[in-house]
């Protein structure tokens, strides 16, 4: 059974960063992609950017630059780096996994975590 546990969402200023964590069980990374979305109120779910199975990242546009992902496969934990954070980037994000899937459209999926960038 595959089990994704998001952490490291907070409140953090314009210009700041964060680390996001996402702990994976009930699958080994290399098979599955793996990507993080995010939903602001009243906004539609945003792809940030995915890992895909060869180990290839993508980014949405609007994060290009600031944010980074990455993974540790000896603790099977996903993390998304976001740095130089703006107010746009406030909204729950979510780790996600499954067959060739690159964000909200994984049938796999944690409980999110809280971001929230102020001015």
């Known amino acids: 059974q595959v089990q994704l546990v998001e952490s490291g969402g907070g409140s953090v200023q314009a210009g700041g960063r964060l680390r996001l964590s996402c702990v994976a069980s009930g699958y080994t990374g290399s098979r599955y992609s793996e990507a993080w979305f995010r939903q602001a109120p009243g906004k539609e779910r945003e792809g940030v950017g995915y890992?895909?199975?060869?180990?290839?990242?993508h980014y949405a546009d609007s994060v290009k630059g600031r944010f980074t992902i990455d993974r540790d496969n000896a603790k099977n934990t996903l993390y998304l780096q976001m740095n130089s954070l703006e107010t746009g980037d406030t909204g729950v994000y979510y780790c996600a996994t499954g067959w060739h899937c690159s964000g909200a459209d994984c049938p796999h999926r944690g409980q999110g975590t809280q971001v929230t960038v102020s001015i």
């Open positions: 890992r895909d199975s060869d180990g290839m990242t």
